[in-house]
């Protein structure tokens, strides 16, 4: 298998995520590194369910940060699959909801590489819909193709248990306490990484979220890419 790290999109051939993509090697961005909480994240083997991360950050009345970043939180059992939420406000609900097609394990792997580029794309050629409504995507992680996935129209109830736990929280890593305790000895501890992401549209049918490192230090990425077929 080839290395990561050579071609992270080596599979994909969407014009509109290798524009961001380009966009995103050109700039270095250094304001969106992510090391902070990547690094957090990788102390989830060391945390146990009794060190509710949450409950250390608290949860304020106002946003953490009055600035108008976009709010992405990825989350799941450690013997299950990840979801994707997106809000425009810690406080609102998610504007887009998804169960991505890949194993808490598998995503936990890849995080400990230095960069994380997502990328979902939509077979939708009718441009009916804004881009995030659509329904149906395939998703690639790292340049590799891992399945398809359907954005939720309701949540789960797994999921608005983690949005209740964190609302007007605006970044994070840990654990959560589950909603009950016989889910978390079948699926294991619920980890989440909760950061605000800078928001770039390149048009109708591409936009990509870009991760702010909390304290600006040089690090890890961790990039969403969203684009439509045309």
């Known amino acids: 298998m080839p290395p990561v790290h050579s071609s992270p999109y080596f599979q994909m051939d969407n014009q509109a995520i290798l524009s961001l993509l380009r966009h995103t090697a050109s700039e270095k961005r250094s304001k969106s590194s992510s090391g902070g909480l990547l690094k957090m994240f990788k102390l989830f083997p060391m945390l146990t369910s009794g060190c509710k991360m949450v409950a250390l950050l608290g949860k304020p009345r106002k946003p953490l940060l009055k600035d108008h970043a976009t709010t992405g939180t990825i989350f799941g ?3 299950g699959r990840v979801s994707l939420a997106i809000q425009e406000d810690p406080h609102c609900a998610p504007m887009f909801v998804i169960e991505l097609p890949m194993h808490s394990s598998l995503f936990h792997k890849e995080m400990a590489s230095d960069i994380v580029r997502i990328a979902l794309e939509s077979e939708t050629k009718t441009h009916k819909k804004k881009l995030l409504e659509e329904f149906v995507w395939a998703v690639y992680c790292n340049g590799r193709k891992v399945g398809y996935c359907i954005r939720r129209k309701q949540m789960s109830d797994d999921e608005l248990h983690v ?4 609302r007007g929280v605006s970044m994070g890593a840990g654990v959560l306490p589950c909603p009950n305790n016989e889910k ?28 702010i490192n909390p304290d600006g230090a040089a690090g890890p990425e961790l990039s969403i890419f969203f684009a439509r077929a045309r």
């Open 77 to 79: 059992y450690r013997k």
């Open 184 to 211: 978390e000895s079948a699926d294991g501890e619920l980890t989440y990484i909760r950061a605000r992401f800078e928001r770039v549209v390149g048009s109708k049918d591409s936009e990509a979220l870009y991760m």
């Open 163 to 166: 949005m209740q736990l964190l």
